[in-house]
């Protein structure tokens, strides 16, 4: 996987992100007039900067309580695994599964996998691009459902509102939580794929 | 020939002899090309507003209700956020209310102008400024991932006290499915070859 394939970037064009139009490199598309750049500005640090901060995010999000339940004997708080286990244990596997993957395994794979291809492009590591960018789309089409567990908290608390019997509140690791899921969203959408098929022609690297 | 480049590797196509309304990958790496699809108008505005409709009745009809002791409540799309927001927790009941209803509503709104737009002869310029507006806002606009967070808060609740879904869950997974046939059929490059062909 070596040869050097005529790009966009090699002929000295830019393709404009949103509308698909080639053009000679300048500020603004001349058909959509949408920002033009021949790789998105700083895709590697800002990508790393945003996992660093999702990564950080991640451990209140999975330490603090995310659901706390008020009912006439007292208080009782769950967190995201502790809810993980009452689906379970309520006879739901799937749910409970469905839940793991989209709450826990998919913001850990999308900050593993984008950490791995900012690694990809800043060294010269062999690796198959194919591979690199099925991971990418993975984690760009996948990223959207891990916010589920914010959905489900804030239904959860919608329904249970039924003082004195029972009241259910959202506990501190909950804005954590979302925090991690956005900023794994926007870490996706700030990498720019094209960067690993970039170490192919190191002469045109921009 | 029109030459377009891969989103994902740069690499250069001859963008000719694909079928109308097909896609074409990059032989490289497989990526979907940005090329233009014919845009019919017609038929997309009218799932545009069916979807507008069926996300006006998934904010006003109850998304569940709950009945434990003869108290009964029930769960409406926007008071899940208002609920979030005075119980403490006001950055996730923005994120809530804009990706449960404010960005689909945005986006169905802009697709629905945007196709307005296209219709009229010569094609308006706005409505490529729109389908811009697009582009940002559907990241946001997740209805599926609602769905499934209602299925499961469903699940959890009912554990606990006697729960049934309602009319205003069915909205919602039938605006789930319409604004995913949206985001295939609509496209910002088609929209733009429909406004002015390329200089």
Same mark, same amino acid.
């Given at each position: 996987m070596s040869v050097a394939l005529p790009t966009a970037a090699s002929r000295g064009l830019v393709s404009c992100e949103h509308c698909g139009l080639l053009s000679p490199p300048q500020p603004h598309c001349p058909r959509c007039a949408a920002p033009l750049a021949a790789r998105r500005e700083g895709a590697i640090v800002r990508t790393v900067a945003l996992l660093a901060a999702a990564a950080i995010c991640y451990v209140p999000a999975n330490v603090l309580p995310v659901l706390v339940t008020s009912t006439l004997e007292g208080s009782e708080a769950d967190t995201i695994f502790g809810g993980i286990m009452l689906l379970y244990d309520s006879g739901s596997w799937i749910l409970a599964l469905v839940v793991l993957v989209a709450s826990v395994m998919i913001p850990i794979g999308k900050i593993a996998v984008l950490s791995f291809l900012a690694y990809v492009c800043t060294s010269g590591v062999q690796v198959s691009e194919r591979e690199c960018m099925r991971m990418y789309r993975l984690v760009a089409f996948i990223g959207r459902w891990s916010m589920l567990d914010v959905f489900v908290d804030a239904f959860v608390v919608a329904l249970v509102q039924l003082p004195p019997l029972m009241s259910v509140r959202p506990g501190p690791g909950v804005p954590f939580f979302a925090a991690t899921a956005v900023l794994t969203m926007i870490a996706a959408a700030t990498f720019d794929p094209r960067l690993v098929w970039d170490r192919l022609q190191p002469a045109e690297r921009p | 020939m029109a030459l377009v480049a891969c989103p994902d @590797?740069? !690499?250069?196509? $001859? $963008?000719? #002899?694909?079928? *109308? /309304?097909? &896609? +074409?990958? @990059?032989? /490289? @790496?497989?990526?979907a090309l940005l090329l233009a699809a014919p845009v019919r108008g017609q038929p997309e505005l009218a799932v545009a507003v069916a979807a507008m409709m069926l996300l006006a009745v998934a904010l006003g009809a109850p998304l569940m209700r709950l009945s434990e002791l003869g108290h009964v409540s029930v769960a409406t799309l926007p008071q899940s956020a208002v609920d979030m927001w005075r119980n403490g927790s006001r950055p996730t009941a923005i994120l809530v209310a804009i990706c449960s209803f404010v960005a689909p509503a945005a986006y169905l709104a802009l697709v629905a102008g945007s196709l307005v737009g296209c =219709?009229?002869?010569?094609? +308006? /310029?706005? $409505? #490529?400024? !729109?389908?811009?507006? @697009? #582009? /940002?806002?559907?990241?946001? &606009? =997740?209805? *599926?991932? =609602? !769905?499934? #967070? &209602? !299925?499961?808060?469903f699940v959890k609740v009912a554990e606990i006290a006697d729960a049934s879904p309602d009319i205003g869950m069915y909205a919602v997974a039938g605006v789930a499915v319409l604004i995913a046939w949206l985001g295939g059929a609509v496209r910002p490059a088609s929209v733009w070859s429909r406004i002015l062909a390329p200089p």
């Open positions: - | @590797c740069d !690499l250069l196509h $001859a $963008a000719s #002899g694909v079928p *109308e /309304r097909g &896609t +074409a990958h @990059c032989v /490289r @790496c497989g990526g =219709m009229r002869t010569p094609p +308006a /310029r706005w $409505a #490529g400024k !729109l389908i811009r507006w @697009c #582009g /940002r806002v559907q990241p946001w &606009t =997740m209805p *599926e991932v =609602m !769905l499934l #967070g &209602t !299925l499961v808060a």
